[in-house]
């Protein structure tokens, strides 16, 4: 059973934007504090940004001014705006919540040239 499907990863040049979307299939979606994950090459999963059931935000530092994240309850999704992308925000992104309560789904690869 599907949970959680990331998608809007591409490839892009440096200095370019990507909106990502997680789409969720879990009834307690709207009550979860979720986050956004990343994966680079060799590296851990990080969270990079995280997002309240009512909508109040935290990112990671080496985010912080450039991400940005929402959410949209009504349609179980939320969404993660990226701009100024650099070289080190390649990673595959995931969806999750903060507990990580849901099976991780595929994640979406985002891949940012110099």
């Known amino acids: 059973q599907v949970q959680l499907v990331e998608s809007g990863g591409d490839l892009v040049q440096a200095g370019g934007s990507l909106r990502l979307s997680c789409t969720a299939s879990v009834r307690s979606f709207s009550v979860k504090a979720m986050g956004w994950y990343r994966q680079a090459p060799g590296k851990q999963r990080e969270l990079v940004a995280s997002?309240?059931?009512?909508?109040?935000?935290a990112y990671a530092d080496s985010v912080k001014g450039r991400f940005t994240a929402s959410r949209d309850n009504a349609k179980n999704m939320m969404y993660l705006q990226m701009n100024s992308l650099n070289p080190e925000d390649t990673a595959v992104y995931y969806c999750n919540a903060l507990t990580l309560a849901f099976s991780w789904g595929q994640g979406t690869q985002v891949t940012v040239s110099s």
């Open positions: 997002i309240t059931s009512g909508g109040g935000t």
